[in-house]
């Protein structure tokens, strides 16, 4: 016997796309089982209409409308005995957000997500993590996708408006849930850390490289400010910029026409051969083909000069 009944009200599984990268908004309205793939980026759902069964290979869960789900990167999932359901996903790349240093740095009810290399990803433990909104926060979440939903329609992704609406969706849903993904809704951001991540931040813009043990320490001891950092990034403070450096090449492929020379050299690569490492060590795909991919392609000028120089 099935757990939901199914009705008739839509007429088969359909899906609607708003939007394009760095950020898109899918509507999937599902009558029969659906499974989607495992993804490299973060997945949001929003249950906005409906009951289903939800399927991992951790095992199975009743999900209910008003529900939201927060899918890691990598894992599969199905949608099992739906009862005409309605699911919003929001999907986006992680770089894209983490580009405002300073806002984000600045805001402690933001900072554990900026510092997750997929910026907001569920428990380790679990393929994914599930809890119910209710009320008025549901509400706010149902309006945030609705106007989304419209900028995405307006070609309006890459403008700062739609950064903050997503920004406001993932603050109301871990309001929500009264917690971040890595146990904590607020952080406490010890002066020495704070001093170690400004400086990181500016050897990168200023093309420098950075070294740990030549970094202003303004009193405090070598261990206290390495403790500090770890504790708050979950990483030594030489991986960090590494891994800092290689979001800022993302965002500027992502929106940009430098060549990849160019742009290794701006931001204090060794070369541009172990730019190319590094990037593919992070997102798992060489910068050129996440600019094809993902951002805005050289102009055919540009791409067949930089050839002629690689």
Not at 54 to 64: L, M, P, V, W
Not at 132 to 138: A, D, H, K, M, W
Not at 277 to 283: D, G, H, I, R, T
Request: a negative charge.
């Amino acid at each position: 016997m099935a757990l939901f009944l199914k009705k008739s009200g839509i007429g088969e599984n359909r899906i609607e796309n708003s939007g394009r990268w760095p950020v898109r908004l899918t509507h999937f309205r599902l009558i029969d089982d659906y499974e989607f793939p495992a993804t490299n980026f973060p997945e949001i759902f929003f249950v906005q209409q409906g009951n289903f069964l939800h399927e991992t290979d951790a095992g199975s869960q009743a999900i209910r409308e008003g529900a939201a789900m927060m899918v890691n990167p990598g894992n599969r999932h199905t949608v099992r005995q739906p009862e005409e359901v309605v699911l919003a996903r929001v999907r986006f790349l992680p770089e894209w957000l983490t580009s405002e240093y300073g806002t984000i740095a600045n805001s402690p009810k933001v900072l554990l997500l900026f510092f997750d290399q997929s910026w907001f990803r569920c428990p380790r433990e679990g393929d994914f993590h599930v809890f119910t909104t209710c009320g008025e926060g549901s509400a706010r979440i149902r309006a945030e996708l609705e106007y989304l939903r419209d900028l995405l329609r307006d070609k309006r992704q890459l403008e700062p408006v739609t950064r903050v609406v997503v920004l406001k969706l993932l603050m109301l849903l871990a309001d929500e849930h009264h917690r971040f993904w890595r146990g904590v809704s607020e952080v406490e951001v010890l002066p020495e850390a704070k001093q170690a991540l400004d400086q990181i931040e500016s050897c990168i813009v200023r093309g420098e490289s950075f070294e740990a043990a030549k970094i202003s320490r303004s009193g405090f001891g070598k261990g206290a400010v390495e403790k500090a950092f770890e504790d708050l990034t979950g990483m030594s403070m030489s991986s960090y910029a590494q891994r800092r450096r290689v979001f800022h090449a993302a965002c500027r492929l992502l929106d940009g026409q430098e060549e990849p020379r160019r742009l290794s050299k701006d931001l204090g690569f060794p070369s541009t051969s172990e730019f190319g490492n590094e990037f593919e060590a992070v997102f798992d795909i060489a910068p050129a083909v996440y600019r094809q991919k993902f951002g805005v392609p050289l102009e055919p000028e540009v791409a067949a000069a930089d050839e002629e120089k690689g």
